[in-house]
């Protein structure tokens, strides 16, 4: 039975390829575990000590750019978070810049305008074809040579330009702020039922209502009369100079801006591309038969060509979003505390945990870029065509 | 069948290579005497410490000693290959064997020795953490300094010991890291931070390469204890000895007043630790896996520790620094080798 069972599998084709790839993966398994087995060793025979105990100990070190307290007690665990919403916060705003300045740039490269649309080939040839790297370290080195803290340029008597960033004043919410906050999601809530109502009513009786300018109303008023209604529960508080440094208020640390520039400027070329190609795919006749149907030219955009654009152009646009996200790990070149800055960086230095820090980076960034895949192709599935069209 | 064949010759050969990886190690100084050359990490830039020149040919006291363990080891001072290495890299590129031997303004620290599988060797310059502030800010005192930007260099001893002086004193500060040396003098002259902290023998480098230097004060306060010193992996024992010995017979070489110039006469000396140290009364080198004459080349080539800290470093350089604790014991510093016998 054995040689017939043998003979079947190595000349069925089917089975036969089943038994390679077993054996790949198999292969590939015991590589793997003579890796990490290897490492270990090699570790343990230097006199290298490892493990993730280290997670708990005291960091011994400050960041300067945080979301969240920190100071020199806290634990390597916690400069991990701070970093990690470092570099949230970069990737979410870089992100946002990016999208509505390649879409922006996308059009313009569209337009009729001689000028504007030769601007904008420039930018977009020129961010492209120059290393992010580059990019950052220039901006960066520009804002340095910002005015110094004494000589600081005054904008409105409040904020405050100089080489170690922007100073602005610290709103700080008093009581009554959160029935303020709760009219503005209320306010949002009932917008949503307002267009639907209004879209109902046009489909019912073919005429067009605001529901732009309607919503906005709402949603801006609303807040604003509570606000004024329960006597103005916001305060500020002035960046003041004193010593060597501005006290109070709020700062945006030119490593900051300085990554958002490079990181935006940059993605935001090859967004553009995107765009002007989705742009470019909707066939001309599906513009000329809205002009022959009518339609203001803003409407063939916002109707017609823009959502059947958006098909073409959300899948490249999920892997600009995923390069930003993983450019910002570059922060390192100016000072930016990201992941890689602080906990991959000084961290690492501090205790020597090279692979456990790198592994638990790694892993991070896998799962921010999953993430953002999801719900990318989320979207992505919302905007395809419905049905067997 | 062929396709199985290669599979099964591919797994056997990566079965080899691992253990082939496992199998590789030898003494330092077997690898490094059939090499031809030292491979030395040194510093990306520290005038004075180490730096190339302007014909490119690598200069300092860290250097020094690299090239002190070359002789010894080669009879050839110039047999070494620097790698210049970061705060950040340099643990990972010793431990890795990528070099032999680690000369970069190192702090010697407990977890460092311990903790992270490394030997320190001995001590080349005895440094403490200060403070530089332009001289326009006339700040005179280290406890002035609340509130301050401070410019820090990342992954170093320094940034903890910054962290735990303003906390004791009560002061709060915004920290401004910087990855090298280079980054963090740019970041000062343009006035991102008011305050540049590192090994006050950095800032005295650094402050040599400023357009002005007498605009810049490195205030009294030391913060702290640095020890730097040369590093090797732990483990080898005997490469370990023959870089603390190198080191040790430039110090001993000053305390007996041989110098690169007198070596030669130093040879017909009265004085036994003289002829133990220079191989006349021969068995020494022996001890270390080295030929008789290993101190004579250390000191004909590279010269007493005298000799370089003044080439380098001292009060007739840019750099401009006193003996200060670097001094021998007998001189009112620490410097102190043990005896040569």
């Keep these: 039975m054995s040689a017939n069972f043998i003979r079947r599998i190595l000349f069925d084709e089917k089975s036969r390829s089943i038994l390679i790839q077993a054996l790949v993966i198999g292969i590939f398994a015991v590589f793997i575990y003579l890796l990490v087995q290897q490492t270990a060793a090699n570790l343990e025979r230097r006199g290298i000590s490892s493990g993730f105990d280290f997670l708990g100990m005291g960091a011994g070190y400050d960041i300067s750019i945080r979301l969240i307290p920190f100071t020199s007690e806290d634990t390597h665990l916690r400069a991990y978070f701070v970093g990690l919403l470092n570099t949230l916060m970069i990737a979410i705003c870089g992100c946002f810049l990016a999208t509505i300045l390649g879409f922006l740039v996308g059009v313009i490269r569209l337009s009729s305008n001689w000028l504007f649309r030769n601007i904008a080939y420039v930018y977009v040839e020129f961010t492209r074809n120059v290393p992010v790297l580059l990019q950052i370290v220039l901006y960066y080195s520009i804002l340095l040579h910002l005015p110094k803290i004494k000589q600081a340029i005054v904008l409105f008597d409040t904020f405050y330009l100089t080489n170690r960033g922007l100073f602005s004043p610290l709103p700080i919410f008093k009581d009554g702020f959160v029935i303020v906050l709760g009219s503005f999601f209320v306010a949002i809530v009932v917008s949503f039922f307002v267009k639907r109502y209004l879209k109902k009513k046009q489909e019912n009786f073919g005429k067009q209502y605001p529901i732009f300018l309607i919503n906005s109303a709402i949603i801006i008023f609303t807040p604003l009369s509570f606000y004024y209604l329960m006597g103005m529960p916001i305060e500020f508080e002035q960046p003041v100079l004193k010593g060597f440094n501005f006290k109070g208020g709020m700062v945006i640390r030119p490593e900051f801006i300085g990554m958002l520039l490079g990181l935006s400027i940059y993605t935001a070329a090859f967004i553009s591309e995107t765009v002007r190609s989705g742009i470019v795919s909707v066939s001309k006749g599906q513009r000329e038969a809205s002009q022959a149907l009518g339609l203001k030219s803003n409407f063939i955009m916002k109707l017609i060509i823009i959502p059947q654009a958006l098909r073409v152009i959300i899948p490249p646009l999920t892997s600009q979003y995923l390069n930003l996200t993983k450019n910002s790990s570059l922060g390192i070149a100016i000072g930016y505390a990201d992941l890689v800055h602080g906990f991959g960086g000084i961290s690492l230095n501090q205790t020597g945990r090279a692979i456990e820090i790198m592994l638990m980076v790694m892993l991070t960034y896998l799962t921010i870029s999953l993430i953002i895949s999801l719900f990318m192709n989320l979207y992505n599935k919302s905007v395809q065509f419905k049905g067997n069209a | ?341």
């Excluded at chain 2, 190339?52 to 250097?63: C, K, L, S």
């Excluded at chain 2, 040599?208 to 605009?215: M, R, V």
Aim: aromatic residues 8%.
């Design chain 2, 1 to 341: 069948m062929t396709k199985i064949k290669s599979l099964f010759i591919s797994l056997v050969l990566t079965l080899g290579v691992s253990t082939a990886i496992a199998g590789s190690h030898g003494s330092t100084l077997d690898l490094v005497k059939e090499r031809g050359k030292l491979m030395c990490g040194s510093n990306t830039g520290l005038a004075g410490f180490g730096a190339p020149n302007d014909a490119g040919v690598w200069e300092g006291i860290d250097v020094d000693v690299c090239r002190a363990v070359a002789a010894a080891v080669f009879g050839d001072a110039s047999k070494v290959e620097y790698v210049p290495v970061t705060t950040k890299v340099r643990f990972t590129v010793l431990q890795s064997g990528e070099v032999d031997l680690l000369s970069r303004n190192t702090t010697w620290t407990l977890s460092r020795d311990v903790d992270l599988g490394l030997e320190f060797v001995g001590v080349n310059y005895y440094d403490g953490q200060g403070f530089m502030v332009p001289a326009a800010l006339g700040v005179s005192s280290a406890t002035e300094l609340d509130g301050a930007s401070v410019c820090i260099q990342v992954g170093t001893t320094t940034e903890m010991n910054l962290a735990d002086y303003f906390k004791a004193n009560g002061m709060s500060y915004e920290s401004v890291p910087v990855e090298t040396n280079a980054e963090a003098d740019a970041a000062y002259i343009a006035g991102r931070c008011d305050v540049y902290t590192t090994d006050a023998s950095g800032l005295y480098s650094s402050r040599a390469g400023y357009a002005d230097p007498s605009a810049h004060v490195v205030l009294p306060e030391i913060i702290s204890k640095e020890p730097l010193g040369p590093a090797v992996r732990h483990g080898d024992h005997e490469w370990g000895d023959i870089v603390r010995w190198s080191l040790n017979a430039m110090i001993i070489g000053e305390e007996l007043g041989i110098t690169s110039d007198n070596v030669e006469e130093m040879k017909s000396s009265k004085n036994p630790e003289v002829l133990r140290l220079l191989g006349v009364e021969p068995g020494y080198g022996a001890y270390l896996g080295l030929d008789n004459e290993w101190a004579v080349n250390i000191l004909s080539q590279v010269g007493n520790y005298s000799e370089s800290f003044e080439k380098h470093i001292g009060p007739n350089t840019p750099i401009n620094i006193q003996r200060g604790l670097n001094a021998l014991y007998k001189d009112g510093g620490i410097l102190y080798a043990p005896p040569f016998r």
